[in-house]
């Protein structure tokens, strides 16, 4: 006994040196290479890290910039125009969102075949209910912990009208939007139930003689009617392009002219992004900026109101910083932080344009080159998760609902809240899509690389096989050439 125990301090004062020793180790090697940096690599690593280092210095230049301004008071219509370089960064990624959403589901699925792409798009879905559950936990917590809805209601002075949607009717609608009947209306319009008031005639009939009762009498019904709203449907473009995918994939030859198609209409849109990406820090400059000038007097808010912002704050942060990350290293065993290092070009986007969907083609782009995901994983998940998956949104409105319930039922004017929690639910969004992206991708590895090995062994049995010949002028040429013996007569 005394033996053993006189062997545990020795050990643990042998496990302490190696500790010391791999620190001293570890900053020595941290010194010298700090001591061997040359000018040239850092000048490497400037032009490597150009784009984030670009984009956080606008978002912390537009944070001052906007405050600065505030004093002076600038009319709606100064800001507007102060505000014109981001919204014209807004209206060129809206612009590749639509090409690039359809171009990447129908290749990222056409390169698949029909096992890999059922594993992979269940991985995904499971993914997106897991998050969105625990973002709405995470909301329930947080409002009922904070409580930021305790107290009067007095400071709440306007009401706003709100339209009532029956639930059944929401549900149709998200149906009947997966099936649109017309594919260029899709582009600019959704599917949207109105309602309407019909009035019913009350009669009554006596010894079959009909009377009708006095106006007082009438009931009046409210009857849904279709309609529509301007917006995207990109839940239907989205369905049609995984069908179309999926058939374009399972004709192979014949098929592999439209592949190629959208293959070189994703080429060229990321090429455009590419290019959009150099103007992306002035705009989200002057949006951020612009923004912070129109926000509310901060002062001005009430107890309650600001409460609320900080609980929306304080969730999604804790699902951003701690679940997400979390959830990436248990699944991959790799490091969190560089991953979302190579994401924050598209972070900020998103922190700057509140919008997941124009922040989509920056993401692609930050996935595929940073952090080097297979393009076939980020073609399928980003623009499914763009469409279906907002963790930030359902964190946010569980806990508004609560909140309002916490005001005793008021119907609360939520125009009035800070503009910055609404931007920090696009970044956990699109943070949300992106961690989606490398996990489904570590899970479907095997698939992958299998799905690697059948196109290698079929390119080398079919080199010379081609579906289809691609004509040139060149070749045109040749063809007009006139043989050796022509040309000797």
Partial sequence: MTQSNGENPQRGRGGLHQIRAGIQSRSLLA??????????????????????????????????LGFSLRPYKLSYREVKYFSFPGELLMRM??????????????????SLDRRASGRMGMRAVIYYTTTTVIAVFIGIVMVLIIHPGKGSKDEFTKQQQIEQISAADAFLDLIRNMFPPNLVEACTKQFKTHYAK????????????????????????????????????????????????????????????????????????????????WYAPVGILF???????????????????????????????????????????????????????????????????????????????????????????????LPVGATINMDGTALYEALAAIFIAQV?????????ILTISDRLRTTTNVLGDSIGAGIVEHLSRHELRSNDLELGNKM???????????????????????TPDETKM
């Fill in 198 to 277: 019909r009035v019913i005639h009350v009669t009554v009939t006596v010894n079959d003689t009909t009377f009708l009762q006095n106006g007082s009498q009438q009931i009046e019904e409210m009857i849904p009617v279709p309609g529509s709203v301007n917006g995207i449907n990109a839940l239907g473009l989205v369905v049609f392009s995984l069908c179309f995918g999926l058939i374009i994939g399972n004709m192979r030859e014949k098929g592999q002219p439209l592949k190629d198609f959208f293959d070189c209409l994703n080429e060229a849109i990321m090429r455009l992004v590419a290019i959009i990406m």
């Fill in 31 to 64: 010194k010298k290479r700090v001591e061997n940096i040359k000018k040239d690599q850092v000048k490497g690593f400037f032009m490597r890290n150009a784009f984030v280092i670009l984009t956080i210095a606008a978002v912390i230049i537009g944070i001052i």
């Fill in 460 to 482: 080398v049995e079919q080199p010379e096989k081609k579906p289809y010949h691609l004509i040139s002028q060149e070749n045109e040429y040749d063809n007009e050439r006139p």
């Fill in 408 to 416: 005793n039922d008021y119907d609360l004017n939520f125009g009035q």
């Fill in 287 to 381: 949006l951020i900026a612009g923004k912070i000038m129109e926000m509310d007097d901060i002062s001005a808010m009430g107890g309650q109101l600001g409460m609320y912002t900080v609980t929306v704050i304080c969730g999604l942060l804790i699902h951003a910083i701690v679940v997400l990350p979390t959830l990436y290293f248990v699944i991959t065993r790799k490091n969190p932080l560089v991953f979302i290092g190579g994401l924050l070009q598209a972070l900020v986007t998103a922190l700057g344009t509140s919008s997941s969907s124009a922040t989509l083609p920056i993401t692609f782009k930050c996935l595929e080159e940073n952090n080097k995901v297979d393009k076939r994983v980020t073609r399928f998940v």
């Fill in 93 to 110: 990624l809206q612009l590749l969102v639509l090409p690039l959403l359809v171009s990447s589901l129908i290749t990222g699925i056409a």
